[in-house]
């Protein structure tokens, strides 16, 4: 007997056989030698073929179905390679930033070597920095006012923005409107109150993708403020009264 006595059909009129498809893949999942011991039932099996035609046997099915999981395969690999290739690429370019910027000579023109640095080396299309509540800046370019609504705005930027809503006020900054950019606000200590925003566009809406994550952006932000640390404002020192 093919199958367990417990299905319901009469064994000696064969009149009552009600057994479902679920029944007979639970039967061939409990019994793997099944094939083995009826291996003409195998070679005679026909399923139909998943890219239409004729139907053809189970062994060829099973060929299609390797071959398409082997395609696949290739494909996560060639997916994991290219990514591969893309992170060494951009580990190249920001090594390229950081060096400029630990070798910019003057600390008033740090704020240019952030902006112009990040655009050359990074392709981008364009770049937009404000600062604020650091010394050595004159109150234009990169040291021009901000209203209040832009320094709450990035007081409240926790993590960088990334996206293709443009509308923020901080866009306006950039020659064009871009199709996609980053927003990262930049601070001399971590929660402490911001010192400037960083503005990247870009003419590519899948170039700021926030699918792609933020941690590349985070780490630009970081060697920004770190570097933007140099035109903090110097403490004074009291020193004692000695005269009284």
Same mark, same amino acid.
């Given at each position: 007997?093919?199958?367990? *006595?417990?299905?319901?059909?009469?064994?000696?009129?064969?009149?009552?056989?009600?057994?479902?498809?679920?029944?007979?893949?639970?039967?061939?999942?409990?019994?793997?030698?099944?094939?083995?011991?009826?291996?003409?039932?195998?070679?005679?099996?026909?399923?139909?073929?998943?890219? @239409?035609?004729?139907?053809?046997?189970? &062994?060829?099915?099973?060929?299609?179905?390797?071959?398409?999981?082997?395609?696949?395969?290739?494909?996560?690999?060639?997916?994991?390679?290219?990514?591969?290739?893309?992170?060494?690429?951009?580990?190249?370019?920001?090594?390229?930033?950081?060096?400029?910027?630990? @070798?910019?000579?003057?600390?008033?023109?740090?704020?240019?070597?952030?902006?112009?640095?990040?655009?050359?080396? /990074?392709?981008?299309? &364009?770049?937009?920095?404000?600062?604020?509540?650091? &010394?050595?800046?004159?109150?234009?370019?990169?040291?021009?006012?901000?209203? %209040? %609504?832009?320094?709450?705005?990035?007081?409240?930027?926790?993590?960088? /923005?990334?996206? *293709?809503?443009?509308?923020?006020?901080?866009?306006?900054?950039?020659?064009?409107?871009? #199709?996609?950019?980053?927003?990262?606000?930049?601070?001399?200590?971590? %929660?402490?109150?911001?010192?400037?925003?960083?503005?990247?566009? &870009?003419?590519?809406?899948?170039?700021?993708?926030?699918?792609?994550?933020?941690?590349?952006?985070?780490?630009?932000?970081?060697?920004?403020?770190?570097?933007?640390? *140099?035109?903090?404002?110097?403490?004074?020192?009291?020193?004692?009264?000695? #005269?009284?």
């Amino acid at each position: 007997m093919l199958f367990p *006595r417990r299905w319901p059909f009469n064994v000696d009129t064969m009149t009552d056989i009600s057994f479902t498809p679920q029944d007979v893949a639970d039967f061939l999942s409990r019994d793997p030698n099944f094939f083995l011991d009826h291996p003409e039932i195998f070679a005679s099996l026909r399923v139909p073929n998943p890219h @239409g035609g004729q139907a053809i046997s189970l &062994s060829e099915r099973q060929i299609l179905t390797l071959r398409e999981r082997t395609r696949e395969l290739e494909w996560q690999l060639s997916e994991l390679v290219r990514n591969a290739r893309s992170n060494e690429s951009i580990a190249q370019s920001l090594n390229q930033w950081t060096e400029r910027l630990l @070798g910019e000579a003057h600390a008033e023109h740090i704020p240019g070597a952030i902006a112009l640095g990040l655009a050359e080396t /990074f392709a981008l299309d &364009s770049v937009a920095l404000r600062v604020w509540g650091l &010394s050595g800046l004159p109150e234009t370019g990169y040291g021009e006012p901000v209203s %209040d %609504d832009i320094r709450t705005f990035a007081d409240s930027l926790k993590v960088p /923005f990334c996206g *293709r809503n443009t509308e923020f006020d901080a866009a306006a900054w950039l020659p064009e409107k871009p #199709a996609s950019l980053a927003l990262i606000a930049l601070r001399l200590e971590p %929660d402490a109150t911001s010192v400037g925003l960083l503005v990247l566009g &870009s003419n590519d809406p899948a170039r700021f993708d926030p699918e792609k994550g933020v941690a590349f952006l985070t780490t630009i932000g970081r060697l920004a403020q770190s570097a933007l640390a *140099r035109l903090r404002a110097p403490v004074m020192a009291v020193l004692p009264d000695v #005269a009284g």
